[in-house]
């Protein structure tokens, strides 16, 4: 993930913050932002609106912010569908629970099952 906000970034920020824009991007070049979870509301909003009107499907909502933001498919799911993180998937191999997390980052395998693959 990047590291540093762009100024679309900042802006996109200042709009859901409520915070001038100025005393974002001295914070930002003092480095008191913690870029990461900025970029998750960011990418958060974002897909929301995109989901929003059904113009856009979510899975291709999902690929589309990946592109944007140069992250892996995966992670965008992991930033966008964070609440639903601690809902419990089965492994498809031995039927045991897997965590949502997991579960996206080990193609749905239990660790055991991921280490015998
Ligand atoms: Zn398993």
């Known amino acids: ?3 540093n906000l762009s100024a679309s970034d900042i802006q996109v920020l200042e709009g859901l ?5 100025d005393i974002l991007l001295t914070l930002n070049n003092l480095g008191l932002i913690d870029t990461s979870s900025v970029l998750n509301i960011i ?8 989901i929003k009107d059904g113009s856009c ?5 999902v690929i589309l912010l ?6 892996s498919k995966s992670s965008i799911e992991i930033i966008v569908y964070k609440k639903e993180m601690n809902k419990k998937k089965q492994c498809p191999s031995c039927n045991k629970e897997v965590s949502k997390y997991k579960y ?3 193609d749905g395998l239990c660790d055991s099952c991921n280490l015998k693959k």
């Open 43 to 50: 990418i958060r909003n974002e897909y929301q609106t995109l």
């Open 66 to 71: 990946g592109k944007k933001y140069g992250i």
């Open 104 to 106: 996206l980052k080990n």
């Open 57 to 61: 499907l979510k899975k291709d909502a």
């Open 17 to 21: 913050v409520n915070i001038p824009e």
């Open 1 to 3: 993930m990047k590291k």
